[in-house]
């Protein structure tokens, strides 16, 4: 590898208020989405009222980490310095079992084996003692 990977540090996500539960769950290796209970949908990413109803009743609750493969790509070439001797690695969305379709990494795999409508489920990678994030593997 070469230099520029040096001393670059991996962008890191930085929970508020709002977050907190999702990365204090991820930190467990447990998947938490919000689920309304006025409508009684589940919401990712985090918000403080209901995008479906306008409720304000959004409570935490744990997903099953199951999910299909929505679309993806594959990032050949980085996508920030500090991922440069990652590549090739798959973004991807999925669509989670409860609904909500989130952007995350398919890990544990070929890219070449990544496809529309597969089954993955959760994981989660340690970047730290604070953050945990979550990828999706196949199941
Ligand atoms: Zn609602």
Same mark, same amino acid.
């Given at each position: 590898?070469?230099?520029?990977?040096?001393?670059?540090?991996?962008?890191?996500?930085?929970?508020?208020?709002?977050?907190?539960?999702?990365?204090?769950?991820?930190?467990?290796?447990?998947?938490?989405?919000?689920? +309304?209970?006025? +409508?009684?949908?589940?919401? &990712?990413?985090?918000?403080?009222? +209901?995008?479906? +109803?306008?409720?304000?009743?959004?409570?935490?609750?744990?997903?099953?980490?199951?999910?299909?493969?929505?679309?993806?790509?594959?990032?050949?070439?980085?996508?920030?310095?500090? &991922?440069?001797?990652?590549?090739?690695?798959?973004?991807?969305?999925?669509?989670?079992?409860?609904?909500?379709?989130?952007?995350?990494?398919?890990?544990?795999?070929?890219?070449?084996?990544?496809?529309?409508?597969?089954?993955?489920?959760?994981? &989660?990678?340690?970047?730290?003692?604070?953050?945990?994030?979550?990828? &999706?593997?196949?199941?």
């Amino acid at each position: 590898m070469t230099d520029t990977t040096r001393g670059i540090e991996r962008p890191k996500p930085r929970p508020t208020e709002l977050t907190k539960p999702f990365w204090d769950a991820a930190r467990r290796h447990e998947l938490h989405l919000q689920r +309304c209970s006025s +409508c009684g949908r589940h919401v &990712f990413y985090p918000r403080f009222s +209901c995008p479906y +109803c306008g409720a304000r009743t959004l409570e935490w609750v744990r997903a099953s980490g199951r999910a299909t493969v929505y679309s993806y790509t594959v990032a050949r070439r980085p996508t920030h310095a500090a &991922f440069a001797d990652r590549v090739p690695y798959v973004i991807a969305i999925v669509s989670l079992e409860e609904g909500p379709r989130m952007t995350t990494n398919v890990v544990g795999c070929s890219p070449d084996d990544v496809a529309i409508g597969m089954p993955v489920r959760a994981a &989660f990678e340690d970047l730290d003692d604070e953050i945990s994030l979550v990828v &999706f593997e196949p199941a």
